[in-house]
């Protein structure tokens, strides 16, 4: 008895699902896409973009800073066989070179003098210098941080010396390629990017 009255029900559930299907409206038609607006701008491809900029005549580019000129010269080497010329250049850059503990004197022979008296106290690590911008004093350590320094610079206050700190900087050189490339040409850029850490790449007006 059981098993038909779920035969019955289960024709039911089937007719039910049948009507409520054919009740549904139909699917609304699908419109066509949207005419593009002329004027506003479109996406274009890099690739295109890259051919656009090929027709337009040579174009040029530096790349740099390298540290040394040994990768000055092996980038040059890299560029040679697609660049139509090459400018090597060097420019100067400013940097920290740490922190510097020093007494100042007024004269020469008084900087002498203080490094007699802090070798006869026990300090080492001293030397008289001669600077453009301190032009007599005693040097006791270039220190790259600045808690050393700081502990270098209370060590010798405490024994009565007027000691001074500050910080260090020197001029170093950096070395550059500007370079011209004709149409149709790609230069290895990406290569000397990789073997030289700091270096960057950027267009530049032709020279």
Avoid at 65 to 75: E, N
Avoid at 114 to 138: C, H, K, T, W
Avoid at 149 to 177: C, H, T
Wanted: hydrophobic share 45%; charged share 25%; glycine share 4%.
């Amino acid at each position: 008895m059981a098993w038909r009255i779920a035969a019955v029900l289960l024709v039911v559930v089937n007719l039910a699902l049948l009507v409520l299907g054919q009740m549904q409206p139909p699917p609304a038609p699908r419109l066509p896409p949207p005419v593009a607006d002329p004027d506003i701008p479109q996406l274009e491809l890099i690739a295109l973009d890259w051919q656009e900029s090929q027709a337009q005549g040579p174009r040029c580019f530096t790349i740099g800073p390298f540290a040394t000129l040994v990768q000055q010269s092996r980038a040059e080497d890299r560029l040679r066989p697609f660049a139509s010329e090459i400018r090597p250049r060097r420019t100067e850059a400013d940097r920290d070179r740490g922190w510097w503990v020093f007494v100042a004197a007024p004269s020469r022979s008084s900087a002498i003098e203080l490094a007699q008296e802090l070798a006869s106290r026990g300090v080492e690590d001293y030397f008289v210098v001669a600077d453009e911008d301190l032009p007599d004093a005693v040097s006791l350590g270039l220190f790259e941080r600045r808690e050393n320094a700081r502990a270098r610079l209370a060590r010798i206050r405490s024994m009565g010396f007027d000691a001074q700190l500050a910080v260090r900087r020197e001029d170093i050189p950096q070395f550059w390629l500007d370079y011209r490339i004709d149409p149709g040409e790609r230069s290895p850029w990406r290569f000397i990017l990789r073997s030289s850490p700091g270096a960057k790449h950027f267009a530049i007006p032709c020279f």
